[in-house]
């Protein structure tokens, strides 16, 4: 029962018994009568009036209350001029500017943090309490290469095979660094918050190929001119020595010393090919911004294959093109893409063998270039350590040919992958 139904029903049950308490004294004393009459008009006046102070402003807070349950914060009430009504009116409004200031607050952070989710260069994905994908910003969508609709409310099980397996294993406050494909290098951290008394996780994608190039680029750089500084003071006065010696004549007079010269000989070679050696590495470390034009990408490669085919022929490859008849033109630097076209045919090719084909195919529409060959594939173990400096599966290999690739490749802003697909199919792939 509401309380002024009460205080209706309370008023109206006092004035019936005092109008039947009246009715007897009328037949006693018609002045007391009349006096007890004029006593009941006056106190339903009051009561009327005590109604309308104190019930109505209650139908005014309670409109209030209503407000509030609709998130209107905005209703205010005025003073009624009646002190113990204008004190409840007065904390009403003072807590209702509260409010207000609060909403606001608490919309402009959620719009910040929105707006900074969305335009993060991190890829964020936000789960839900069942752990299935409640928002993803565009960074991670790029880096997934998802569209963010197909993966809304779905489990985390819907993610790409190679981030998924990495983010299994992640807990809570965990953080993981991996390389995708040989080339680009990601770290994934998982952590929580709290949302309305329960944790909620969220995973963080960070793409670190740029720093970690930056950094290997800094140290092997360092290295490759300490080395090549101390290889060059001492190749250049040995071999300085070394033909000095051949060509004085004198020295070789009444002497059979022809096994002597071809030593001196030999080893003046073996000089002249370490300092070809460490000209590579200094190439690597000195190699210039490209000087971008458009060129035409297919007769690179027909000029890439015709080059490469004697080397191949010589061990029972077979080198298979298969491009489009009409041009496909890329800005890049034409003797650098040709170098990195050559190194990674070579690979292809020292990766098979013996007997095996390579294929390069280009694709007009998807802008790609991919280099398949049937060799014997890349390790679990390899794929780590793929375009690291001085790494190397080959038995005399020096481990920068991968290197001077990815080096072209990144400076030119081209994406690329080296992984196995299948048993013997393994592709380089370029997107332009």
């Known amino acids: 029962m509401k309380?002024?139904?009460?205080?209706?029903?309370?008023?109206?049950?006092?004035?019936?018994?005092?109008?039947?308490?009246?009715?007897?004294?009328?037949?006693?004393?018609?002045?007391?009568?009349?006096?007890?009459?004029?006593?009941?008009?006056?106190?339903?006046v009051i009561a009327w009036n005590l109604y309308r102070q104190l019930i109505q402003p209650l139908k005014a807070l309670m409109q209030g209350v209503e407000a509030i349950r609709d998130r209107d914060f905005n209703v205010k009430f005025v003073p009624t001029g009646k002190r113990e009504v204008d004190q409840l009116i007065g904390v009403y409004n003072e807590m209702i500017d509260h409010l207000r200031t609060e909403r606001t607050?608490?919309?402009?952070?959620?719009?910040?943090?929105?707006?900074l989710i969305y335009t993060s260069p991190t890829g964020i994905i936000i789960l839900d309490y069942d752990n299935n994908i409640h928002q993803i910003n565009p960074k991670a969508c790029l880096i997934l290469n998802v569209n963010e609709k197909e993966l809304l409310n779905l489990s985390v099980e819907y993610l790409p095979d190679d981030f998924l397996k990495h983010i299994k294993t992640l807990k809570s406050g965990d953080t993981k660094i991996f390389k995708l494909n040989g080339a680009t290098t990601y770290r994934l951290q998982r952590s929580h918050y709290i949302d309305r008394g329960f944790a909620r996780d969220f995973i963080m994608i960070e793409e670190l190929t740029a720093e970690?190039?930056?950094?290997?680029?800094?140290?092997?750089?360092?290295?490759?001119?300490m080395m090549a500084h101390e290889v060059n003071n001492t190749i250049g006065p040995v071999n300085s020595i070394i033909q000095s010696t051949l060509k004085t004549d004198r020295l070789w007079e009444g002497h059979h010393s022809d096994d002597l010269k071809d030593a001196l000989m030999i080893g003046l070679d073996r000089n002249q090919n370490l300092n070809l050696f460490m000209r590579n590495f200094a190439d690597l470390v000195k190699l210039p911004e490209p000087n971008k034009k458009l060129i035409d990408l297919n007769k690179l490669i027909t000029s890439v294959a015709k080059l490469m085919e004697l080397n191949a022929s010589e061990r029972g490859i077979k080198l298979i093109l298969q491009i489009d008849a009409m041009p496909m033109y890329i800005p890049a630097d034409e003797q650098q893409m040709e170098q990195a076209l050559i190194n990674i045919v070579k690979?292809?090719?020292?990766?098979?063998?013996?007997?095996?084909?390579?294929?390069?195919?280009?694709?007009?529409?998807?802008?790609?270039?991919?280099?398949?060959?049937?060799?014997?594939?890349?390790?679990?173990?390899?794929?780590?350590?793929?375009?690291?400096?001085?790494?190397?599966?080959?038995?005399?290999?020096?481990?920068?040919?991968?290197?001077?690739?990815?080096?072209i490749l990144v400076n030119h802003g081209f994406v690329f992958s080296l992984k196995t697909v299948a048993p013997q199919q393994t592709e380089f792939t370029i997107n332009f």
């Open 347 to 407: 690979n292809a090719i020292e990766a098979i063998g013996e007997k095996g084909t390579v294929r390069l195919s280009t694709n007009q529409k998807s802008r790609q270039l991919i280099v398949t060959d049937t060799g014997k594939g890349i390790s679990t173990e390899q794929s780590e350590q793929l375009f690291t400096p001085f790494f190397t599966t080959k038995k005399d290999g020096q481990g920068i040919g991968l290197t001077l690739v990815r080096e």
């Open 212 to 225: 970690i190039l930056a950094a290997e680029k800094n140290v092997y750089g360092k290295v490759i001119r």
């Open 3 to 44: 309380l002024r139904t009460k205080y209706i029903l309370f008023v109206s049950i006092l004035h019936l018994t005092v109008l039947v308490l009246s009715y007897f004294i009328l037949q006693q004393d018609l002045v007391f009568f009349i006096v007890s009459e004029v006593f009941v008009i006056i106190s339903l």
């Open 105 to 115: 607050l608490q919309e402009q952070q959620h719009f910040f943090l929105e707006k």
